[in-house]
């Protein structure tokens, strides 16, 4: 699987931009706030339609501008796709993929997989939960187009159901729309949670060993899952943890109404990591954490691999120079295979790896 050009209208920092990059590796160097991430962020964008640093898709587009183009030729199970994304201030973005208009982000999924590994990872398993369900939901969108479709859709009950309970006080009828939200809500976070369930399962199934490998035998690496407490089995068919939710949204209504937040459902999931039995988040050292969360994506890497039989489009963004030599060189000795765009402050960082292209950024251009 490989991107093999990308091209970029009023991206960020880029006004313009074309670009082709060779499918083993591409060295992408210059000064920082010079526009590399922008690229690695451009690419990832079109294999789920999210992007890591933002939420909105109008902060991509580049100041004073009122719409932004993504467009990529992308190689993926022995065919060719052309991959578009249109981003416009005020309007749902459009996708395209060989000219044909998609019908949501879900249907991307397969066509291109990207594995990021940025700075903030490496403090994944020290930060709260919501990393680590942004970490899960990016991996998972990428593989499964129905998960896709329903963390979007229970991404936007969320916030009506949010602003339903800060309102209602001052706006009584509210609640005559609440339970439908709920009822909503139940629907589509069975699905999340049964989705989320089965993704953790393989990557306990893949991470220990790489952790091991890592460590040199010394730590053992263990994983779960931690959901609703009232969802007595998060492997059951979505139609049974339904009811569960159900069981669970009922209990806490008044907790709700009385505190004005949303306190039951997926979206306070967690994946909880450990280290020898014990909390990494807790009692892990800085060099311990960093090596569990190396670990996980190297692990998503392996889980895209065997999905889809070709290696994910691996994106480092300047990862390594926050690396002791250590953990660089185990990072570089993982990745030999598939494509490799690699961002860094100078170009003499990338020792590792050979052959290639290398491009140096300045100011949102090519040099």
């Known amino acids: ?10 991206f960020r920092n880029y006004n313009r931009l074309e670009v082709e990059f060779d499918p083993r590796v591409n060295l992408i160097y210059g000064d920082n706030a010079q526009g590399k991430t922008n690229l690695l962020e451009a690419v990832a964008y079109l294999s789920s339609a999210r992007s890591h640093r933002t939420r909105f898709d109008r902060e991509l587009i580049m100041l004073g501008e009122n719409d932004a183009v993504v467009e990529s030729g992308i190689s993926s199970r022995s065919r060719d ?18 000219g044909v208009k998609l019908k949501t982000a ?32 990016g991996a998972i969108c990428q593989l499964r187009p129905r998960y896709a479709q329903a963390l979007a859709e229970y991404n936007r009950l969320y916030d009506h159901k949010v602003r ?64 609703v407490s009232t969802v007595r089995d998060c492997f059951a068919p979505a139609k049974e943890i339904f009811g569960w939710l159900t069981e669970h949204q009922e209990s806490r209504r008044r907790a709700e109404l ?9 979206h306070k999931d967690d994946l909880a990591v450990l280290l020898d039995g014990q909390s990494a988040k807790t009692y892990g050292s800085q060099g311990q954490t960093r090596t569990a969360a190396l670990s996980l994506k190297l692990a998503q890497r392996e889980i895209f691999f065997q999905e889809t039989e070709e290696y ?51 100011g949102g251009r090519l040099i």
């Not at 999924?109 to 970490?135: H, K, M, N, Q, S």
């Not at 009385?258 to 997926?266: A, E, F, H, I, V």
């Open 81 to 98: 796709f052309v991959l578009k994304a249109q981003l416009a201030r005020g309007r749902t973005r459009r996708l395209w993929s060989n």
């Open 106 to 137: 879900g249907d991307l999924a397969g066509i291109l997989t990207t594995v990021l590994f940025c700075p903030e990872d490496l403090y994944l398993i020290r930060e709260g939960g919501a990393a680590r369900r942004r970490f899960l939901d």
């Open 1 to 10: 699987m490989t991107c093999n050009a990308l091209k970029l209208e009023r």
């Open 312 to 362: 994910p489009v691996l994106l480092l963004d300047d990862v390594l120079s926050e690396l002791d030599p250590k953990r660089q060189s185990f990072v570089l000795n993982r990745i030999q295979g598939g494509q490799i765009l690699i961002t860094c402050c100078e170009e003499e960082k990338l020792e590792g790896l050979e052959g290639g292209r290398t491009f140096h950024v300045q």
């Open 164 to 227: 339903i309970l800060r309102d209602w006080p001052e706006n009584p009828s509210l609640l005559e729309t609440l339970d439908d939200f709920n009822l909503r809500l139940c629907q589509t976070g069975a699905l999340i949670i049964h989705y989320r369930a089965h993704f953790i399962r393989r990557l306990q199934e893949e991470a220990p060993a790489i952790h091991q490998d890592f460590s040199g035998g010394r730590e053992r690496l263990e994983l779960a899952y931690q959901t």
């Open 258 to 266: 009385d505190s004005r937040q949303c306190l039951s459902g997926p």
